[in-house]
């Protein structure tokens, strides 16, 4: 999942050094798997125990960027799901997971591509059941609808509305 195109010097600026920042990058430049994150990213943090500044730098910076919630919306054939995710949900499955669970994080934070951080939705829903965190998942099955005699006659009115609507302004 795409979450914004956010900056990874930002987050890493006093952390990392300019020289390791520096040589960060997306794709194959130390920022686009989840094994580079771990390798060029997490793990050095660990090695000079900045994880407390860390924790701390990623906190500000989800609650500065991510105010509003997060809704994903899946569709497939006649199905779609919502899933409503309060921002404190969304950010907290994301710190929780670094706090409690630091040698998966990347399960959840995984990639930069083109300066846009990847998320791994999945884990971050397990991770959101893990630490109990409020979220809604919308289930809707649309197949049957279009047997349904009052959507079909809503649908037979929408269109009569939308033709008239053009016929008048196509004038």
Same mark, same amino acid.
């Given at each position: 999942?795409?979450?914004?195109?956010?900056?990874?010097?930002?987050?890493?600026?006093?952390?990392?050094?300019?020289?390791?920042?520096?040589?960060?990058?997306?794709?194959?430049?130390?920022?686009?798997?989840?094994?580079?994150?771990?390798?060029?990213?997490?793990?050095?943090?660990?090695?000079?125990?900045?994880?407390?500044?860390?924790?701390?730098?990623?906190?500000?910076?989800?609650?500065?960027?991510?105010?509003?919630?997060?809704?994903?919306?899946?569709?497939?054939?006649?199905?779609?799901?919502?899933?409503?995710?309060?921002?404190?949900?969304?950010? !907290?499955?994301?710190?929780?997971? /670094?706090?409690?669970? $630091?040698? =998966?994080?990347?399960?959840? *934070?995984?990639?930069? @591509?083109?300066?846009?951080?990847?998320?791994?939705?999945?884990?971050?829903?397990?991770?959101? !059941?893990?630490?109990?965190?409020? /979220?809604?998942?919308? $289930?809707? =099955?649309?197949?049957?609808? *279009?047997?349904?005699? @009052?959507?079909?006659?809503?649908?037979?009115?929408?269109?009569?509305?939308?033709?008239?609507?053009?016929?008048?302004?196509?004038?």
């Amino acid at each position: 999942m795409n979450v914004g195109s956010l900056s990874f010097r930002a987050l890493l600026k006093g952390i990392l050094s300019d020289d390791e920042i520096s040589m960060l990058g997306d794709r194959k430049s130390g920022l686009g798997s989840g094994k580079q994150l771990r390798e060029n990213v997490f793990n050095p943090i660990l090695k000079q125990s900045k994880k407390c500044a860390f924790q701390n730098r990623l906190s500000l910076y989800l609650n500065y960027v991510y105010e509003e919630d997060v809704y994903i919306v899946l569709k497939s054939h006649y199905r779609i799901d919502f899933y409503l995710i309060l921002n404190k949900s969304f950010i !907290d499955s994301i710190l929780q997971t /670094y706090i409690h669970n $630091e040698s =998966n994080f990347e399960k959840i *934070f995984y990639r930069w @591509e083109n300066n846009n951080l990847r998320l791994r939705w999945r884990n971050m829903i397990q991770a959101m !059941d893990t630490y109990e965190l409020p /979220y809604t998942v919308i $289930e809707i =099955n649309l197949k049957n609808s *279009f047997h349904n005699d @009052e959507l079909k006659k809503f649908k037979e009115d929408l269109s009569i509305i939308i033709e008239d609507y053009i016929k008048q302004y196509m004038i």
